[in-house]
C-alpha cells in the first residue's frame, strides 16, 4: 500500500512555470515506477511523463518535450514535475501515479498504474 499526495498546482501564466510535487508514504518507493498524467475536461485521462524506478531512465510526451522534466529523490519519497514554457492547453488535473509491476514498454498507459493521487489543478490564462 502506497498513498501518494500531490502539491504545487495552482494559477499560472502563459510562458510562467510551476513545479508539482508528488509525496508518496509507504514502503519500497524505489520499487515503483512514478508517473505523471493529467485530464481535462471532455478529454481521457493523458501520459505526461514517467521516470524509472532508480531514477536513471525519464520519458516524457510529445506535447511537453523539451518544457517539462520529471526527476525524483527516493530518498525523500518524492518525484516532482518542472513545467516551463506553460502552455494554455496544459490546463488539467495533473495525478501521480505509481506502479511496481509493469515493464518500461507499458509505461503510458493507465491501466499498469497501481496508486494514484488525487491529483492537482494547473490552470494557465493570460
Known amino acids: 500500500q502506497v498513498q501518494l499526495v500531490e502539491s504545487g498546482g495552482g494559477l499560472v501564466q502563459i510562458g510562467g512555470s510551476l513545479r508539482l510535487s508528488c509525496a508518496a508514504s509507504?514502503?519500497?518507493?524505489?520499487?515503483?515506477?512514478m508517473a505523471w498524467f493529467r485530464q481535462s475536461p471532455g478529454k481521457t485521462r493523458e501520459f505526461v511523463a514517467a521516470?524509472?524506478?532508480?531514477?536513471?531512465?525519464?520519458y516524457h510526451a510529445d506535447s511537453v518535450k523539451g518544457r517539462f522534466t520529471i526527476s525524483r529523490d527516493n530518498a525523500k519519497n518524492t518525484v516532482y514535475l518542472q513545467m516551463n514554457s506553460l502552455k494554455f492547453e496544459d490546463t488539467a488535473v495533473y495525478y501521480c501515479a505509481a506502479d511496481r509491476t509493469t515493464s518500461w514498454s507499458r509505461i503510458t498507459s493507465t491501466s499498469p498504474y497501481d496508486y494514484w493521487g488525487q491529483g492537482t489543478q494547473v490552470t494557465v490564462s493570460s
Open positions: 521516470v524509472s524506478r532508480s531514477g536513471g531512465n525519464i
Open positions: 509507504g514502503r519500497s518507493f524505489g520499487d515503483y515506477v
